[in-house]
T-cell receptor
């Protein structure tokens, strides 16, 4: 069964900490995405990547960075965590074939205190 | 700006009936429209994709329609079951750049 795996289901970090969220997919997909999801706001795109070492800003990139050193791994980095970054973070991947949907990970519930 | 509207109120349906969810969009001509299911605390799960030149698509008990004139998609679940209870998200895609614009989702509750 194909998978997108996020390293942690729940995470609690302190304000100002550097936070790494890891995402690994085993489907050899070219495209990977990081979203955050908040009640009433829906899914908002943070960053995405079309290929190794490539990254593009989404709608809300401020306070975040990403890394894609290998095709299967896409990391989201919170440079200095703040309480307004408390959220559900979702990683997704998609093949280059346009007729297929996204495959999402189970999500990481991050709480910044 | 692009906007997608899904009914923000929960939809309560009796088991065995057909559930119909609506996705309306404005200021946009999407190439593809997708539907996802999301359970509480989990990531969305892809259900169906329909192209702009397709009127209808089916998968088991699921049916999606796409009316580009009305700028609307309808998502139907026939013979609904309590296990179908979840939030359903629609998303629009521009051509093939893989970015999606998401609706906020509609919560569906199937009562036994």
């Amino acid at each position: 069964d194909v998978k997108v795996t996020q390293s942690s289901r729940y995470l609690v970090k302190r304000t100002g900490e550097k936070v790494f969220l890891e995402c690994v997919q085993d489907m050899d997909h070219e495209n990977m995405f990081w979203y955050r999801q908040d009640p009433g706001l829906g899914l908002r795109l943070i960053y995405f990547s079309y290929d190794v070492k490539m990254k593009e800003k989404g709608d809300i990139p401020e306070g975040y960075s990403v890394s894609r050193e290998k095709k299967e791994r896409f990391s989201l980095i919170l440079e200095s965590a703040s309480t307004n970054q408390t959220s559900m973070y979702l990683c997704a991947s998609r093949s280059g074939q346009a007729l297929y949907g996204y495959t999402f990970g189970s999500g990481t519930r991050l709480t910044v205190v | 700006s692009q906007k997608i509207e899904q009914n923000s109120e929960a939809l309560n349906i009796q088991e065995g009936k057909t559930a119909t969810l609506t996705c309306n969009y404005t200021n946009y001509s999407p190439a593809y429209l997708q539907w996802y299911r999301q359970d509480p605390g989990r990531g969305p799960v892809f259900l169906l994709l329909i192209r702009e030149n397709e009127k209808e698509k089916r998968k088991e008990r699921l049916k999606v329609t796409f009316d580009t004139t009305l700028k609307q998609s309808l998502f139907h679940i026939t013979a609904s079951q309590p296990a179908d209870s979840a939030t359903y998200l629609c998303a629009l895609e521009r051509d093939s750049n893989y970015q999606l614009i998401w609706g906020a989702g509609t919560k569906l509750i199937i009562k036994p």
